[in-house]
């Protein structure tokens, strides 16, 4: 089965693969992981994770960014949902209802769920929270400008985060 992504083109999804691959994971979290076709295809490049958590909203969710309500998953994860190793979470808050505790520890995390301000620095800091040493958290949506991810990011890179950007793409990533 080919699964196309709409949210990422070949050379994000590439250079994704390639970011979580240089940590070699064993617990890999997606927030925001929508019909699971990220996660299918970093769980099929990568069969060593152990363990692919992917965070979702029901159906019924209403986006805080207007923009974003057309993104609400029908099925969240429907596409990872037939490997063993992708485990679902879902909350009317989206990651803005989770905390580390309801998590375990991680080596990488993908953040491209609710891209407002508030919940992407939620999610950054539940990331930090959650990242193993060594590890990574990667965003999706720097730069673009229908959604707040960059103002976020560059105020946690002027509070000292160490993220980098991957050019020509909408890909940000912080080594733990």
Request: charged fraction near 20%.
């Given at each position: ?6 949210y990422?083109?070949a050379?994000?999804?590439a ?7 240089s940590?070699?994971p ?30 979702d ?7 805080t ?7 609400v ?14 485990w ?8 803005l209802?989770i905390?580390?505790?309801?998590l ?49 990011i ?17 890909l ?5």
């Amino acid at each position: 089965m080919r699964l196309d992504n709409f949210y990422l083109n070949a050379e994000e999804t590439a250079a994704l693969v390639s970011l979580i691959a240089s940590v070699k994971p064993r617990v890999v979290i997606e927030i925001g992981c929508n019909q699971g076709i990220t996660a299918a295809t970093i769980l099929k490049a990568l069969p060593y994770i152990e363990r692919y958590i992917g965070i979702d909203v029901p159906p019924d969710h209403k986006t805080t960014l207007a923009c974003q309500q057309s993104e609400v998953p029908k099925v969240a994860g429907w596409c990872a949902a037939n490997d063993p190793r992708f485990w679902l979470l879902t909350n009317e808050r989206g990651s803005l209802g989770i905390g580390p505790q309801d998590l375990e520890p991680a080596d990488a995390v993908f953040i491209d769920g609710d891209h407002s301000a508030k919940a992407v620095t939620h999610d950054s800091f539940l990331s930090r929270a959650l990242v193993r040493p060594n590890g990574i958290i990667i965003w999706h949506d720097y730069k673009n400008p229908a959604v707040e991810v960059t103002q976020v990011i560059d105020e946690l890179k002027n509070q000292g985060w160490p993220i980098k950007t991957i050019e020509n793409s909408w890909l940000a990533f912080c080594r733990v």
